[in-house]
């Protein structure tokens, strides 16, 4: 039996969500920790990022316009553990400029943006590629855009849907056009394939007879 695009990738979801259950993603405790997250997470594990948080935290950093009154030294200085982190450290003083300039640190002021407005305007932030303007924009401000990684590129490819040098662009939109636009399927989703990828669909050692995937490797489209 021929499956539709829409089709597979909803059973993929289904599989994977029976297998693993609730991803509750992404763990954070406000908006702003996750536009956080999503940035010092750029090239590094996501225990570290933890690291980093924590230290604004416990500085009393987790607020926008506070954060931005600290000097950029200081600022590396507390997210070290992230790694990269006087990069990452300019990195977060662009993106709390544009919060400033966009809506006075004010997140629920985004709201009245539009969409493909709202990604554009993130996407001009230096240091701000698609990847993470996407996760800012699904998980923080509850926009449905779905968010492609390494992983997304990984498991796909190998299971013959897409290639595996795709765009981003391409790649996002190889879900966009097939599914709901919903943010919360988009959400766990993404989710869900982070979690597959590691723990079965492993860059170097793949484990796909005991993946939940393992039966979908017939549906290439």
């Not at 950093?61 to 030294?73: C, H, I, N, W």
């Not at 993106?95 to 996407?123: F, T």
């Not at 943010?183 to 793949?206: D, G, M, Q, S």
Request: with cysteine.
């Amino acid at each position: 039996m021929t499956m539709t695009h829409e089709k597979i990738l909803i059973s993929i979801y289904e599989a994977m969500s029976a297998r693993l259950g609730p991803s509750n993603w992404w763990p954070a405790e406000s908006p702003f920790e996750v536009m956080l997250g999503a940035v010092l997470t750029q090239n590094t594990a996501w225990s570290n990022v933890e690291k980093a948080l924590n230290n604004l935290r416990a500085a009393g950093f987790m607020d926008a316009r506070t954060l931005d009154e600290l000097d950029e030294e200081s600022l590396a200085a507390y997210i070290r553990p992230s790694g990269f982190y006087r990069l990452k450290a300019m990195r977060l003083k662009g993106l709390l400029a544009w919060l400033r300039d966009s809506c006075d640190y004010d997140i629920a002021q985004l709201k009245a943006h539009d969409d493909l407005a709202l990604r554009e305007s993130l996407l001009a932030v230096r240091g701000i590629g698609p990847e993470t303007a996407d996760s800012i924009l699904l998980y923080a401000l509850g926009r449905p855009f779905f968010v492609v990684d390494a992983y997304t590129r990984r498991m796909f490819s190998r299971h013959g849907m897409v290639s595996a040098d795709v765009q981003y662009d391409e790649l996002q939109n190889f879900f966009q056009d097939a599914l709901p636009s919903d943010v919360a399927l988009f959400n766990e989703y993404h989710a869900l394939i982070v979690r597959v990828c590691k723990e079965w669909c492993k860059k170097n050692t793949p484990r796909c007879e005991l993946c939940p995937l393992c039966d979908f490797m017939e549906y290439a489209l």
